[in-house]
Nanobody, 126 residues
Framework: QVQLVESGGGLVQAGGSLRLSCAAS????????MGWFRQPPGKEREFVAA????????YYSDSVKGRFTISRDNAKNTVILQLNSLKPEDTGVYYC???????????????????WGQGTQVTVSS
């Protein structure tokens, strides 16, 4: 099991930037694909970005590609999501998640991720 704690959310104007961090604990962190999801107000949780255990495979949703960057530091048990050129539609609660043990490929489904943080609020004003 991996325990996750997000931080770095806040209120920012459109066009601004935020840096979200996810601190992980658990022996298997470095072997898991890690992802970020978000839940806009009144909507379902959606995939944002993910990074494989080695960092060699990184993928994004079309809505954030070119604006957000995911990275990880296995030595520090940390996953970072850099949010640039923010838009009001990026508003929501952002969740860090660890893929279930044994999940391969490029997971994007909520069901593929078994450990979740408590979430951090990102609000982008127009």
């Amino acid at each position: 099991q991996v325990q996750l704690v997000e931080s770095g959310g806040g209120l920012v104007q459109a066009g601004g930037s935020l840096r979200l961090s996810c601190a992980a604990s658990g022996r298997t962190f470095s072997s898991r694909t890690m992802g970020w999801f978000r839940q806009p107000p009144g909507k379902e949780r959606e995939f944002v970005a993910a990074i494989s255990w080695s960092g060699g495979n990184i993928y994004y949703s079309d809505s954030v590609k070119g604006r957000f960057t995911i990275s990880r530091d296995n030595a520090k048990n940390t996953v970072i999501l850099q949010l640039n050129s923010l838009k009001p539609e990026d508003t929501g609660v952002y969740y860090c998640a660890a893929a279930r043990s044994g999940v391969a490929g490029t997971p994007r489904s909520i069901a593929d991720f078994g450990s979740w943080g408590q979430g951090t609020q990102v609000t982008v004003s127009s």
